[in-house]
């Protein structure tokens, strides 16, 4: 209810902030007898990982998990799976310095105002590092629904500020810090390396998605597959906008041409990015958010201090020049855990289900 | 958790199918003591209500609604509010040709698929029809906080299919039939004639605020005062896309740009949108949605069967060539909902809290 | 969240008061397919009707159930079944009386300080008469319960004021208006008679069962069966305990005798009541209940009013001398929807668990 | 969902077993501004510590408490506080031997069952060990009910076995190992010796209160107080039955005796224990449950095994032979933290309440 738990049949209840001794989350309601081990959530947490190329925040965090409980003997029990990671590389001396006052586009002035106190150090609870046991989480889903339902999650870099990048193959995407998908990347690192110069900060824009999904997933009326989508990706740090298949291009389309043909062999268009009526069809889904600039930038901006007078505030520290750029292992966890509620959340009112005819694009819940 | 609950604290069970005797809502959690009528939801059910113009669905409902419990002598009392409106103009047999197949852009396939079975008639569950009862609770919360914090919630059209919509004055937007702030819409409406006579349909593009907002609604990690936006508005029949504030636009600004300066006389842009962290800044809410083209068309289109034969459909019946019209009160609706949910759960755990400062743009809750 | 919702899963929401224009539930999470009539749940709710006997209150109400949603063509159809009973014989002027005083043992007091008003029309929200949309809504999980799982609930009267009743065959309690496990009730109709002559009121024991109860449902660590179950029972107004299998009979029990032996043919007892660790073994549920004494009785009671001064109050109006009478059908149902609820949670999170051994008491989930 | 949180405004997430790495719980929705350290939760935790006398379990577990987030400076900041235990004294060896056994009266059985596998060491997360973080829990709402309402939780022994214990004075309470109210134990003591030579366990009876209740607190009609205090207590191991105020002796009262007459100066007696028509009245919370045996005893049970085969199973390890002992400040911290959810769900709705009346018998929220 205060908003720290994801879910609700598949629950993740995450703690900890930027620079307290640890962070971490609580799953519960993972199915039991699933394989499990700290090396299965790892790589995940390696890809989101600070410090690991030029054009993210040089900030050094091992992001190490461990698994505190529910597995047994290598396999999930059924029980809650707590898992930590410890916080390692905490200058909080950087930070000193804007306690008293509120960055522009932070959350700095919004929390003083909730709860009449904030922890300053590197953003407190309002830190981007709290999504790390959201990687962490969604490895554990993304598992489950790769050997149950043969899933995939992948996402990739669309845009990063006014750099259009077109789609080539999945294939590029692990071999760049940006993960797009193309082969050449120079035009972006030249960007980047201009914008870190310049001490300012860009937006982006990231495609996620997943492929294998069983039809019928999602509530019809409010929690609704893609509104439950919705609600995740605009829950992650900085994104302002979230689409669904067609997105905002919709809004300029017409009924003959949005409405996806269904034919014996499959829908001829994907359209409805894998949603109608806010249900699975079993086609992808197919997600786009749009994240807006780092707000943590060296030029100098103005605000107002504690005592509400006029002051500027540069914010120095370790910061992504680009919060786009780690974003996207995040936003395909986010994906993967809306998803493994839904799966659970359907087989409880409908594991008895036996539909009329096969679905035409993907295998059946 | 099957859906049909929007809310935690102010928590609107919704019930009813397009064609079945009746719809409705349970209100769960509204204060106590609020003088409370028909005549304060009414007028708002009018707004959405069909059959008003020439350009939305023929219909005929007179959306009369009835208060079944929770008010006493013209007060609430704190217990539910069952609010019903019967149907009454369900013509079923316009729907009993299309039961066998499947509506290209519409809920019938995902359906079937989800529960085995399906009540084809108008749509039956899937139907927007049943945003009618959001409405009605919408005005309960709409009432509530206009006395309690003197907030108000208003919408207008930005776009329909190609034609942008300028924003001349919210004062036109009763004026004509498509809640367009513009004088002149004689534009828009030879446009919806056009389509009409092809039989076809489009897109549109909506615009929701709050003003005066408390500092200090949403939770900051998941349920964000933005993502529980996100989630009404992508929850909302035929919604493809939801921006706050600057919204997509933010993927090409730069952090100097975008980050809102504070002042002592308020926040000096919005480019947030009235959100930061998660939290609400004081600022309006400034909400946008993309909502696809009417799925119900009477041009033929290309689907399959339930024996999985192909087979090719059209849609008669009475339907919105641009349901995106009737979408604006909805839309206001949903937003007094979420911000109703929001000031409770914000008070539950921070009742007590003294901020240092005073807010800067708005009244602190 | 504000207690008018019961259940997760197979969540009902209850609204109505006791003299308004109608009660009723939604319940929500109802597996489609189940045929659903009317004819299902009148019986239950004529068992549970007030006016069928002179030792209940002599309040005339018809109780007829109306399916408003949810059900298409006989089945139900996975979306929320509302269910709606109109009051008809609301006899307000009987409690015009008692609006400015406190009648002892009742809920007056408590509603005017939670709420700052309250309905005093026969209780309003507080009234026994709420009870009968749940009784509704536990025909509708007692069907498919006993449909999926052959299932059958069952209560009886333990005890009636002073007089012990000792069980003889569950044959004999639709043959008495007590639902009495004997066959003959002579002595109970004289102890009501006496007790309704000199205008007072005695408590009731209770005893409800499950049988054909799948091994494995209930939560490990707070949502157990058992915590659930007491929780709904404890919830039934006029309800002060509730005991599980051998209850407080179990203080004085010893480890060697209360532990419920295992054969390879079964439990050898059942002073676990059929729930082991919160989680049912596959044995009987057994629970058993206490009711307090009306509170409503024509004898005067020192009491205050709403100006906090010393009155006397003398409740009028038709209200049963023994509440525990009606209440065996009510907590039968209150048994059935907790076990429905969470036979849907346990697929939800072990549909695919194949465990090692069969049960040895009841057919596995 | 899968039942393990407590409470939904101050909910507590546990985690953990037995014999694994550590133990916990992460706190979401405590108030900010709390002042706190483990300083103020140790000594709640050391009270139920085993090891503390030969009356108990001879484990030796210091059960140290860390806290990983949440606090700033010594202050709650109103997210999430995690709270960890490390497990350092688990002999799994103890249990190798019954890991292919059932162990009457234990959860072994039902746990298999559920989930297919168990994680036999210690009773893995049916262990009672896991009551250790609601205690830490408890200790952070008793601190916040103390300063924010003056309130204050108690509890002590009723019963041990055949033994009824008079109530003498709390002041005993904590001078004697079984939290009995009554200065000289030693008939206690001769039992406990007894019991344990022969190999056997006894149950027991406690009592719980809460002083300086606010009135208004519980839901009218799901989650009433009464009721949530009875899921609390019977989803507490072992306890088998719950009894709030006069409980099951109210089953042979009279009406004229039980509903308790109101006076200027207050209530005139507390039959209600506290609560009438599931609200708070103002008068002390007064709770008695009954628990069960200690199943874990090392006399010979007849059992089977994994195989379904007929066997005996003999419990070594280091077991409580009467568990009840220890149950005292659990119960009591079960009760803060129900009333602690009770007070924020309160103010969620009535924040802006004002009754016409003062409270007779207590502060009003």
Known sequence: ?????????????????????????????????????????????????PGTSRHVTQRQEEDKVEILSGVYEGQTTGTPICLLIRNTDQRSKDYSEIAQTFRPGHADYTYLHKYGLRDPRGGGRSSARLTAPMVAAGAVAKKWLARRHGMAFRGCMQQVGEIAIPFESWDHVPNNPFFAPVADVSQLEAYMDQLRKAGDSCGARIRVTATNVPVGLGEPLFDKLDADIAWAMMGLNAVKGVEIGAGFQSVVQRGTTHGDSLTPQGFATNNAGGVLGGISTGQDLEVSIAIKPTSSIISPRDTINTKGEATQVVTKGRHDPCVGIRATPIAEALLALVVMDHVLRHRAQNA??????????????
Chains 1, 2, 3, 4 share one sequence.
């Open 1 to 49: 209810m205060s908003g720290n738990t994801f879910g609700t049949l598949f629950a993740v209840t995450n703690f900890g902030e930027s620079h307290g001794p640890a962070i971490g989350c609580v799953i519960d309601g993972c199915p039991p007898g699933l394989e499990l081990s700290e090396a299965d959530i790892q790589p995940d947490l390696d890809r989101r990982r």
């Open 352 to 365: 008895d289900v036996q539909p009329a005819l096969p679905p035409i694009a993907a295998s059946f819940l």
